[in-house]
């Protein structure tokens, strides 16, 4: 995702491979990194009372609503039970929706050479057959006999080899397929009419067909659908995410609902021109957020001269009259603490980074030996987009400063100011490591006299990216004259609010 971002890949072929990458390559590992988008959900694996049938439901769901979420902008999961109560999104519809993802299955590729491959699956395909019976034989199990197949299940995934890097992907198994129904009050067990795939009703001609419920390459389908360039909702839904990462909040402040239950836009016409740029700039991103970064409303100050007048007529800023002030997100935080204390790490790509953790926190995994810490060191200072990402479980660091679960999709972060987030910034592991890092590096360029006035002056354009004010530079020079470590220093700079907040 990186490299394709960095290279600015279309977006219409970036969300085609995220959406069917392995239906149309599926012998292109970078196509089938692209499609494991479809892994990101929740999955039951270690329930105890676990439903086979029901636990598919639940991954179908999974996938059908963050298409809706995500890409359409609208709460299509609102219709699984019943026809959406605000927006004209059918019952039937949500199905039909689903239907394109009847045939998918996990699929892992592992990144084995030939010689490597061949005894790896001798031993791990006889096992994981094994196991799949097993857990098929549960659903109809009940009480001894349960607990017996569940501790022979344990016993087994202990005889598994290490699993070799691996793409987390899926394919289509047709034999697999799940016939799709309409659910009666979304209950797996009271199915009614069977549907086949097709688009919400409301976004597509009336008389335009179900596609056939065997359909070879289904989502190939849905990608082609959704990156129409007249599609209505697909570069809207993209271009307001990209403009509220640049001003906190988009032109419609719902990103992932443009339905009747979210926000109006607060530039419907602006929103329309810029989706309309994009899609002819030929999807590219890059332009677009040169477009904004360049434009008089992006550089603007955060404070007006008109300010007590435009407050109280629009206390919100929806009409942009004034750049508002931005806390970093907790992997900013991290990364720019790495990153002005000299230690960031930017190599790229690779495998998920585990840092060393608490061992408190690692007990509260399911099974703690699986955070085994990144032997590397200097990759523990790599770019937080490297670090592991666990679906029920957060760095506390990361947790401090507002990074969501990752259960579900966030449209938009919220952002905290409490009392912990300054205890990890003075008193925190990380915090304290990064400022002896950064004592040395300020020690190093204020030169070879290391002058408080100079340390003071190289601190500031580092960590807040100006100069110190007249205050602020008597203060931290009386401070070090005092005697006191640059270290100290160093840690006061990263709490200082120049340091998290954007101006």
């Known amino acids: 995702m990186v490299d394709s971002l960095n290279r ?6 970036f969300l085609t491979e995220q959406i069917a990458g392995d239906e149309i390559a599926p012998d292109d590992p970078e196509l089938a990194t692209a499609a494991g988008f479809h892994r990101f959900g929740a999955v039951r694996r270690k329930a105890g009372n676990q439903n086979v049938a ?3 439901n639940e991954v179908l769901i999974e996938r059908t609503d963050i298409v809706g979420s995500a890409i359409l902008g609208l709460t299509v999961g609102c219709a699984r039970c019943h026809d959406h109560k605000i927006d004209p999104i059918l019952q039937k519809d949500y199905y039909r929706l689903q239907a394109y993802f009847s045939a998918t299955q996990e699929h892992s590729v592992f990144l084995l050479r030939p010689a490597e491959r061949e005894p790896f699956e001798a031993k791990w395909k006889p096992l994981n057959t094994q196991l ?4 098929g034989m549960l659903e109809n ?18 005889t598994l080899p290490p699993s070799p890097p691996s793409i987390l992907s899926i394919r289509n198994e047709p034999a697999k397929r799940t016939p799709i129904h309409v659910l009666k009050r979304g209950d797996w067990d009271n199915k009614g009419e069977p549907v086949a795939p097709r688009p919400p009703t409301v976004l597509v001609s009336d008389d335009l067909p179900e596609l056939p419920a065997d359909t070879a390459a289904p989502r190939t389908a849905l990608a082609r659908w959704l990156t129409t360039p007249s599609h209505p909702l697909t570069a809207r839904v993209a271009v307001n995410r990209i403009w509220q990462h640049h001003f906190g909040t988009g032109l419609v402040k719902t990103p992932n609902d443009f339905g009747q239950n979210g926000d109006r836009p ?21 332009p677009l957020h040169r477009l904004i970064v360049l434009s008089n409303t992006y550089r603007q100050s955060s404070h007006s001269p008109r300010g007590a007048a435009a407050t109280r007529l629009d206390p919100e800023n929806r009409l942009l009259w004034h750049v508002r002030a931005r806390r970093l997100a907790a992997e900013e935080v991290r990364d720019a603490m790495l990153a002005i204390s000299g230690q960031l790490n930017p190599k790229r790509g690779g495998e998920s980074i585990m840092v060393p953790v608490d061992e408190e926190q690692v007990k509260l995994l399911y099974k703690p030996s699986q955070w085994a810490v990144t032997k590397d060191p200097t990759d523990h200072n790599r770019r937080s987009v490297y670090l592991i990402a666990k679906r029920n479980w957060r760095l506390p660091f990361m947790e401090t400063f507002d990074q969501p679960d990752l259960l579900s999709s966030c449209g938009k972060r919220g952002s905290s100011t409490h009392a912990p987030q300054a205890l990890e910034l003075m008193n925190g592991r990380l915090a304290n490591e990064l400022s002896a890092a950064f004592a040395e590096r300020l020690t190093r360029e204020a030169g070879t006299d290391s002058a408080p006035v100079q340390v003071v002056d190289r601190a500031y354009w580092l960590a ?7 205050p602020e530079k008597k ?5 070090l004259r005092s005697g006191a470590p640059v270290k100290e220093f160093a840690l006061a700079m990263f709490n200082l609010n120049a340091f998290p907040y954007v101006p």
């Not at 799949?132 to 857990?135: C, F, P, S, V």
């Not at 607060?266 to 890059?286: N, Q």
């Not at 203060?475 to 401070?479: E, R």
Request: no cysteine; net charge neutral.
């Open 141 to 158: 199990l009940q009480g001894a006999d349960r607990q017996r197949v569940t501790r022979e299940i344990r016993d087994l995934e202990a």
């Open 132 to 135: 799949d019976e097993l857990r």
């Open 8 to 13: 600015d890949k279309p977006f219409n072929q």
């Open 266 to 286: 607060s530039h419907p016409e602006l929103l329309d021109w810029l989706a309309r740029e994009f899609v002819a700039g030929g999807w590219k991103a890059k």
């Open 475 to 479: 203060l931290g020079v009386d401070f």
């Open 464 to 470: 807040a990216g100006r100069a110190p004010t007249s």
């Open 54 to 56: 029901v636990s598919r």
